[in-house]
C-alpha cells in the first residue's frame, strides 16, 4: 500500500499530516525531532510494505557517510517508538526484520484534511528522547510499552570489540524532564504528558529545584552519583544551560542553598566525604563542610546530612553550618552499610533515606523520624532506591526506585499507603525533585542503549544494536578466526531476560 503525497493518514491513536509534516496523538501535538519525523513519512508512505535501510538511508542521509547513517537510522527509529509508545516483543506500529528492514504494520487510513491546528503548548509535549527534561500533564493513562530494538547491520570481521555505554548510562541521549503531574493531588494515578526543558545529545541526571522554584541545576552526564561529570544551572522553563563546575573529582548529590545563590554538592576525598558549594553565576568551588554527605538546609542554621561515624559507616545526623551541635539520627545496622543522602518531609519530623548495604548496593529507602517518635522502617516500593523527596503539604512520599529490572517513579501516600508507580512504558526515571505547589516533579527520563564498535584495519565503526548490550553478564566475544561476534542484547524491560546474537 502506497500512501504517499499530501494527505493526513490516521493510525491507531495517531494522525500524520503529511502536508506540514506534523503528528498528533488525540487532536493534540506530539514532539518529535525532525529526522525522526521524515523517517516515519517514509514508513508510513510504505505501509504494509518492507522498507530496507538502503531505501532510508538513499531518501533520508543521502549522501553522508555510513557511520553516520548506521548510528542516525537506530537512534530515528528509537525516537519513533519513544512518540508512538510502540515496543518490540508485541510491536503495534513498526515491525524489525532482520537483514531486511522496516515494516509498518498498522492500519493506515487516508482522511479529510482538517484545518491547521494551533501550535502545542508545553504541557502537551511528549519525550521523544532518552534523558531529557520535560513537563508532564494528566492525560489518558499510557500502556507499558517496550524500548525498540533491532538487528546488527553488516560488519567486518572485527579484532578488538569494545562496548560504550551511552545515556543516563544507559541513555542515548538523555535529558531531565518536569513531569506536571497534576494527578498527585488526585486520589487515583492517570496518565502523564510531558514538556521537554533540555536537549542534550548526552545525558542530565540528578536534578535539585531552587527555593524560589525558578532555577534547576543537574549533572550533565551519564551518572548521578559519584561522577566526575559537571555540573549546571538552567533557569526554567527556558534560560540557557550554563557550566557551573570544573571539577574533575568524583561528586554527587546537589541541593540549593536556602537563599537559591549556592549549590552545594558531595565530593569523595579520600578518606572522607565532604561539601563544596559553587555560585550559580559560576566561579571557584569552595570547601563548606568536611565529614558531610548528602546535605540539605532544616532551616537558615540547622542543617541534615551524612556523616562517616568509622572506616564505611555513614549515617544521617543534623549540626550547624559552622560544624558544631552534632546529633545522631540514624545509622544503618552492618558497619559496612551507608547512607548517603536523606530527605526532610515539610513538617522537619520525619526523612526519608537512600542508603547502601553492606554490598554497596542501593537498597530500598527507608522512613527516619528527626524527633524520635517511631523506629526507623523499610519505606517505598520494594526495590533499590536512588531518590527520595515529599510533596509540599506532607501527604505524598515520592521515591524513583528499581522494580523488575525498571526505574520508574513512585508515589505512596503517608503514613501507610500501597506504592504506586507513576511513570511506564519504555522510559525509565532517574531523580526527583517537587515543586512548591506539588503539582509538578522534576526526574530526568530516558531509555537503555549501548552500542558495540569494531576496530580493525579500516578504522571503526558501530554495529547497530537497538537495545541494550549486556556486557557485565557476558562480554562480547569473537569466534574462531574472528569471524563471527557473538554479544547478549536486551531488547527492553518487558524481554524476559537477554538473547544471544551473532553477527
Known sequence: MNVGGNKRLRFGDFEFDSLSGRLFRKER??????????????????????????????????????????????????????????????????????????????????????????????????????????????????????????????????????????????????????????????????????????????????????????????????????????????VLPNGEARRLTDDPRLKYHLAFTPDGAQITYTVLQPPSWVTYTVSVLGGDSHLFLSNAAGLTWLDQHKLLFSRTRSGQHMGIVTGTANGEEFRDLYFPSHERAMAHYSSASPDHKSALVVEMDENAGWAPCRLISLDGHFNARTIGPPGPCTSAGWSPDGVWMYFTASVDGSSRLWRQRVPDGRPEPITSGPVEAEGVAVEQDGRSLITSLGVHESAIWIHDANGERSLSSEGEIVADVSPPSLGVGDTVLYYLLRHGSDDPGPQLWQK
Open 29 to 234: 501535538p506530539v514532539k518529535i525531532q525532525p529526522q525522526p519525523l521524515r523517517v516515519l513519512a517514509a514508513l508510513v508512505e510504505k505501509a504494509g510494505e518492507i522498507v530496507s535501510r538502503e531505501h532510508l538511508r538513499d531518501r533520508i542521509w543521502g549522501d553522508s557517510t555510513f557511520v553516520e547513517f548506521d548510528q542516525g537510522l537506530n537512534y530515528c527509529i528509537r525516537q519513533i517508538r519513544l512518540a508512538l509508545r510502540d515496543g518490540t516483543s508485541k510491536p503495534l506500529y513498526i515491525e524489525t526484520l532482520p537483514k531486511q528492514g522496516y515494516r509498518f504494520i498498522a492500519q493506515v487510513t487516508v482522511i479529510a484534511r482538517a484545518p491547521e491546528r494551533p501550535g502545542a503548548s508545553q504541557s502537551g509535549v511528549e519525550p521523544t528522547a532518552p534523558h531529557q527534561i520535560v513537563i508532564a500533564a494528566t492525560t489518558d493513562p499510557p500502556e507499558p510499552t517496550s524500548p525498540d530494538a533491532g538487528l546488527p547491520s553488516p560488519g567486518l570481521p572485527a579484532r578488538r570489540v569494545s562496548v560504550w555505554r551511552l545515556a543516563f548510562a544507559v541513555f542515548a541521549t538523555v535529558a531531565i524532564g518536569v513531569a506536571a503531574l497534576y494527578i498527585f493531588l488526585r486520589s487515583h494515578p492517570a496518565g502523564v504528558n510531558y514538556t521537554q526543558l533540555t536537549d542534550f545529545t548526552d545525558s542530565a541526571v540528578a536534578p535539585a529545584l531552587s527555593p524560589d522554584g525558578r532555577m534547576v541545576a543537574f549533572i550533565r552526564g551519564s551518572s548521578s552519583f559519584l561522577t566526575a561529570d559537571q555540573i549546571y544551572v538552567k
